[in-house]
């Protein structure tokens, strides 16, 4: 992966080049001092200035060709140990590789700077602002708007419809029923609706209405199944007044028949009631002809049509519903969102167990995540950096530093003078 060239208008560019037109300044200014102060004779003050000009050349020629080596061959020149930087980058970058791992992936102290920094209180402290939370809500909703624009609306419907099948495909129906019918039959329940039933049942026999009813079914039935002997009972009594006291008597009968069931508790109806209901739960458990009866009943409710329109429609009640709260800055889920963490954070403020246990999580996390990634990252880094373009490696480095470099060439030129007189000084007292 090669880097990205230097933009030419790049003023680190401008300040190198700056800085090494004045390195060479000063370079050719020895040069011109050693070579003037020869022509003069090279006596008295100028052998000084020759003394300090030939060292000053000296230094700077020789920090020149040290701080191009780094970079270059210098003259273009195959020197040995030249152009280091270009040579040695698949070392450079496993030894940066090793110092990243080494020194900023080490679990030991990773862990030991979250521990001080204890994660758990610094953010309870920043979810406790209001501006905190409600801009966590907000990112919150915009990141859920673009889920849903992202999302394939078919392939969710096909997602949802299938798992709707699949959970009613698996649900044990029959077995469902039982349990709800068990719980419908605890502690009476199922005496307490019978005993609701009769009551009702009591007071529509009673009433008028339901007797005159009753009283024209006896005899349109009679007149039907028995025409003539009703004609016949016709010219000593009418008919209807029989049927009338006929209806009334069985009202009578069955609501006394009733109260009778309602104030006896083993009255023998209860106990058929009793033995049809166990006997009912008992069969949805272990008949396999019931079962099978449940389970077809529920396979064509799954393959009615109306039930695939409200599965199929089930995704865009929903993915309206959340767009239209989520496109408004009053959202009621980001508001929720909002309370919700203003809660948390109360928690994480006043509660040191919850605390603890965050950090906990936390630290756990922090050292596998570690663990895991020390040899990820540190193999990115190797390779990436044996990956880039040496060209621009270079080019990268020397405007980063070269112009700090330079200084060594100045230092390198006035040090060699310097040196160049305690040299000379040295001469003249040993009596050369």
Request: neutral net charge; hydrophobic residues 45%; proline residues 4%.
């Amino acid at each position: 992966m090669p880097l990205p060239a230097s933009s030419p208008d790049d003023p680190r560019r401008a300040q190198l080049r700056r800085m090494k037109g004045w390195a060479l300044a000063l370079l050719l200014a020895m040069l011109s001092g050693f070579v003037f102060s020869h022509y003069m004779g090279n006596r008295g003050a100028w052998a000084w200035v020759a003394a300090f000009c030939e060292a000053a050349t000296v230094g700077a020629l020789a920090d020149w060709f040290a701080v191009v080596a780094l970079f270059r061959h210098p003259l273009g020149l195959p020197i040995p140990h030249t152009a280091i930087i270009p040579r040695s980058k698949r070392r450079i970058g496993d030894s940066l590789a090793a110092f990243v791992r080494d020194h900023f992936l080490q679990p030991e102290r990773l862990l030991e700077r979250l521990q001080v920094f204890d994660p758990a209180v610094r953010l309870g402290q920043w979810l406790a602002q209001p501006q905190q939370s409600a801009r966590l809500a907000g990112m919150a909703r915009g990141w859920a708007l673009q889920a849903l624009d992202l999302l394939d609306e078919a392939a969710v419907r096909r997602a949802i419809h299938g798992f709707v099948v699949a959970r009613l495909q698996a649900w044990n129906v029959a077995a469902s029923a039982g349990e709800v019918l068990q719980l419908l039959t605890r502690e009476g329940r199922h005496q307490r609706l019978l005993d609701e039933a009769l009551q009702r049942l009591g007071v529509l026999l009673d009433d008028d209405a339901v007797k005159q009813r009753v009283s024209e079914m006896i005899l349109r039935f009679a007149r039907r199944e028995w025409p003539r002997l009703i004609g016949t009972v016709d010219w000593v009594r009418p008919v209807e007044g029989m049927a009338d006291s006929l209806a009334e008597r069985l009202a009578r009968a069955l609501v006394e028949e009733l109260q009778q069931v309602l104030a006896q508790p083993g009255h023998p109806i209860r106990q058929d009631y009793e033995a049809w209901v166990a006997g009912y739960l008992q069969r949805l458990r272990e008949d396999p002809t019931l079962i099978a009866q449940v389970e077809a009943i529920k396979q064509r409710l799954i393959e009615h049509p109306s039930l695939q329109e409200y599965v199929q429609s089930v995704w865009d009640e929903i993915h309206t519903g959340l767009r239209r709260d989520l496109a408004r800055e009053d959202s009621a889920l980001a508001a929720h969102l909002q309370r919700s963490l203003a809660a948390f954070a109360q928690s994480l403020q006043r509660d040191p167990e919850l605390r603890a246990a965050i950090n906990q999580h936390l630290m756990a996390g922090a050292e596998k995540l570690t663990t895991r990634l020390r040899g990820g990252v540190t193999d990115y880094i190797a390779q990436t950096i044996h990956d880039w373009d040496e060209r621009h490696l270079v080019e990268q480095l020397e405007l980063s530093v070269g112009r700090d470099l330079q200084y060594i060439r100045f230092n390198g030129t006035l040090v060699g003078g310097l040196i160049g007189l305690l040299l000379h000084a040295l001469i003249l007292l040993s009596g050369g």
